[in-house]
Antibody, heavy 125, light 110 residues
Framework: QLQLQESGPGHLKPSETLSLTCTVSGGSVSSSDYYWIWIRQPPGKGLEWIGSMYSGSTYYNPSLMSRVTISIDTSKNHLSLKLSSVTAADTAVYYC??????????????????WGQGTLVTVSS | QSVLTQPPSASGTPGQRVTISCSGSSSNIGGNGVNWYQQLPGTAPKLLIYTNNQRPSGVPGRFSGSKSGTSASLAISGLQSEDEADYHCVAWDDSLNGWVFGGGTKLTVL
């Protein structure tokens, strides 16, 4: 059974770089069958897509693109997120998830499952 | 400000049927499938409905989804206390080239 677990510092100061890791167990992060995705949720607010990685290619939310880097370390079987120049607006619970794209003509189903438990990152001075 | 619009709250009594709406535009809901996620208090979101009206295995049949034009809806019939959660809609946006979410709807079972 695939499981994901986010980890990283819980607190950052403004202008620092956020670095998070998503450790994957029960499956391989290098599988070309899936996308891997980062999503965040500010306290009391809705979800926001940060970006995705698939087969070596990355796709980022245009509003965050200038500050985000997503990568995969196959030797450690984990997914990484880096977000530079953080501000208080980046305070959120950060989730990683697997994105499975299932082709079922004429439809393409996009399933974000499973998710990690999430990790809270607070940005304050 | 979320790209997809959901009511911030909804409520119902046990056994009732409630619906939650998700409104978008031609670049997202109008041209692409909508997924719904259930987020129980203090937990990560869980896939509830995919591609407008498909239920993953294990999701009870009292949860159903529909889409018409640029709007989608999640219906919960036979409401139960354990359905109290936040519900989020999501769709791909062809103009923004990314996944867009609604602001989430907090469902209260009275």
């Amino acid at each position: 059974q695939l499981q994901l677990q986010e980890s990283g510092p819980g607190h950052l100061k403004p202008s620092e770089t956020l670095s998070l890791t998503c450790t994957v167990s029960g499956g391989s992060v290098s599988s070309s069958d899936y996308y891997w995705i980062w999503i965040r949720q500010p306290p009391g607010k809705g979800l926001e897509w940060i970006g995705s990685m698939y087969s070596g290619s990355t796709y980022y939310n245009p509003s965050l693109m200038s500050r985000v880097t997503i990568s995969i370390d196959t030797s450690k079987n984990h997914l990484s997120l880096k977000l530079s120049s953080v501000t208080a607006a980046d305070t959120a619970v950060y989730y990683c998830a697997r994105h499975e794209e299932v082709v079922d003509p004429p439809a393409v189903h996009n399933l974000f499952a499973p998710w990690g438990q999430g990790t809270l990152v607070t940005v304050s001075s | 400000q979320s790209v997809l619009t959901q009511p911030p709250s909804a409520s119902g009594t046990p056994g009732q049927r409630v619906t939650i709406s998700c409104s978008g535009s031609s670049s997202n809901i109008g041209g692409n499938g909508v997924n719904w996620y259930q987020q129980l208090p203090g937990t990560a979101p869980k896939l509830l409905i995919y591609t407008n009206n498909q239920r993953p295995s294990g999701v009870p049949g009292r949860f159903s989804g529909s889409k018409s034009g640029t709007s989608a809806s999640l219906a919960i019939s036979g409401l139960q206390s354990e359905d109290e959660a936040d519900y989020h809609c999501v769709a791909w946006d062809d103009s923004l080239n990314g996944w867009v979410f609604g602001g989430g709807t907090k469902l209260t079972v009275l």
